[in-house]
């Protein structure tokens, strides 16, 4: 059985080589009704995709937060999130404008998953909403 989809997933695509960012580390914090929270984290594999998040020290687990914040989705109309990439990290010291990029946007509970591209360049970046 292939492992479930976590709620919240993003995909890094380095514009300078037209090709995925791999090992950029990446963490996810939830900032509001509940937060903030500890950060999950993750690197981004071969394919410049994070399909797992872990909690240091065995902590809530993400679906755990979005369980939660569907049962109580009457007292919090939606959640804020914060993805923060390492792009000094990735490039090297110096070599990027952005020594991080912080990504925040709302999620609204009964919603079952948030995927969020990063198109990254050294010296730009744009997002949205994928599938």
């Given at each position: 059985?292939?492992?479930?989809?976590?709620?919240?997933?993003?995909?890094?695509?380095?514009?300078?080589?037209?090709?995925?960012?791999?090992?950029?580390?990446?963490?996810?914090?939830?900032?509001?009704?509940?937060?903030?929270?500890?950060?999950?984290?993750?690197?981004?594999?071969?394919?410049?995709?994070?399909?797992?998040?872990?909690?240091?020290?065995g902590?809530?687990?993400?679906?755990?937060?979005?369980?939660?914040?569907?049962?109580?989705?009457?007292?919090?109309?939606?959640?804020?999130?914060?993805?923060?990439?390492?792009?000094?990290a990735?490039?090297?010291?110096?070599?990027?404008?952005?020594?991080?990029?912080?990504?925040?946007?709302?999620?609204?509970?009964?919603?079952?998953?948030?995927?969020?591209?990063?198109?990254?360049?050294?010296?730009?970046?744009?997002?949205?909403?994928?599938?």
């Open positions: 059985m292939a492992a479930q989809r976590p709620p919240i997933t993003c995909h890094v695509l380095d514009t300078t080589t037209g090709r995925p960012a791999s090992s950029v580390a990446v963490t996810l914090t939830l900032l509001k009704p509940f937060g903030p929270s500890t950060p999950l984290t993750a690197t981004t594999n071969s394919d410049g995709r994070v399909t797992a998040w872990q909690h240091q020290g902590g809530v687990q993400l679906q755990e937060i979005f369980d939660n914040a569907a049962e109580h989705a009457a007292e919090h109309a939606q959640m804020v999130w914060a993805l923060k990439f390492d792009t000094a990735y490039y090297g010291e110096g070599n990027t404008f952005w020594p991080e990029v912080e990504l925040r946007f709302f999620v609204k509970p009964g919603e079952d998953h948030y995927h969020v591209p990063l198109l990254l360049g050294p010296w730009s970046y744009t997002t949205y909403r994928g599938s």
